[in-house]
């Protein structure tokens, strides 16, 4: 039970704040929980706001898989058998929904980069880095500013859905190269795309070998080791980080199973259900992403990516006048923007403030 549940209750059973601080005594409930409840309705009034990028070639259900996420019509995909013309040029497009459930408002930006990987010697990933960073920056250069408003914009990555198509053998070296590019820059969550094209021991296969390419080119994937912070963590994100990366199958339909409406994909084998994980992993890729670790994506976005970038940014401002000079930043150059990152921030070291309360 919670020291400050009970009545009367001695402050000093409990781990004092400081060596100096005097016992003393409570005489009864004074409401501290009623904190929770303030928080629940002002995140109610506010809403939330989280970003995802897919990143992937062609072909490889990026937007059903987005669709089935949420429920929704979040992005059009093209029609089977449609002929569109493959891209020459890497493009990103982004487009942006406010879901609701429940009361809960979510506004879900969704960018997707369609070119990336479908042409043979396709190493340009400049633009995808770039616009991670570019999000970056239009933040830095809001928080910096003297008089800022009262909530800037969030349009930072919060997590990178990564499609690895299911060959069956390793990951490519593009694949391998853009990651430890990648993973520097925003989370990370790779996933073996339609799965259902693979047997189940291909699949278990195929998954250790791609684990095996991560730690042998030192690609961290999230959820990070380093950022587990406590035993309930660990054991969670163990079971994740063995089954990442995830064998998913999209689907935006629903079909009758058993006289009850399953999302799945119908072949002439039978249906696929993409919520059964008999069939394939989408729910752990779900719970991820939304139902377990949404706000801890944003916080490692916030604490470490967003951490890093900007303390290189303003490591530059030396270079402006002294004074209030830093505060007149000037935006990053483009070469920045795709630049590597020298080194990493640890989260903790941002979390001590918070941990006070």
């Excluded at 669709?67 to 029609?79: E, G, I, Q, Y």
């Excluded at 010697?121 to 009262?150: A, F, H, K, S, V």
Aim: hydrophobic share 35%; proline share 8%.
């Amino acid at each position: 039970m919670d020291p400050l549940r009970r009545s009367p209750s001695p402050c000093s059973s409990s781990r004092p704040s400081s060596p100096s601080t005097p016992p003393c005594e409570m005489l009864g409930p004074v409401g501290i929980e009623a904190v929770l409840d303030q928080l629940k309705i002002k995140a109610m009034k506010m809403g939330f706001e989280f970003n995802i990028m897919v990143v992937g070639q062609s072909g490889l259900g990026k937007s059903t898989m987005v669709n089935t996420l949420f429920k929704s019509k979040v992005w059009k995909s093209n029609p089977p058998g449609l002929g569109v013309p493959t891209p020459q040029t890497l493009q990103l497009h982004s487009v942006t929904h406010v879901i609701e459930e429940k009361g809960v408002k979510l506004k879900l930006t969704v960018t997707d980069t369609p070119g990336f990987g479908d042409q043979i010697n396709n190493d340009n990933w400049d633009p995808i880095l770039g616009y991670i960073n570019e999000q970056y920056e239009r933040y830095l250069q809001e928080e910096i500013l003297i008089t800022r408003q009262r909530h800037i914009p969030d349009t930072r990555v919060h997590c990178c859905v990564y499609f690895v198509p299911p060959t069956g053998h390793c990951l490519r070296p593009l694949d391998i190269e853009f990651l430890q590019r990648l993973c520097q820059t925003v989370n990370v969550v790779p996933v073996i795309a339609r799965a259902d094209s693979l047997t189940m021991e291909e699949r278990e296969a195929f998954r250790r070998r791609i684990q095996q390419n991560l730690r042998t080119h030192c690609i961290d994937i999230y959820p990070q080791k380093c950022f587990d912070e406590d035993i309930n963590d660990k054991i969670l994100n163990s079971k994740l980080r063995d089954r990442i990366p995830f064998a998913v199958v999209g689907a935006d339909r629903e079909h009758l199973v058993n006289g009850r409406c399953v999302l799945g994909r119908k072949t002439k084998w039978g249906i696929i259900e993409v919520e059964n994980m008999a069939h394939c992993e989408f729910p752990l890729l779900r719970d991820l992403l939304i139902r377990s670790h949404l706000q801890d994506l944003k916080d490692i976005t916030h604490n470490v990516h967003y951490e890093n970038y900007r303390v290189i940014r303003l490591n530059e401002s030396h270079l402006l006048p002294r004074g209030p000079g830093w505060v007149n930043l000037a935006p990053a150059s483009p070469g920045q923007l795709t630049s590597p990152r020298p080194f990493k921030v640890c989260r903790g070291a941002h979390d001590d403030s918070e941990d006070e309360f």
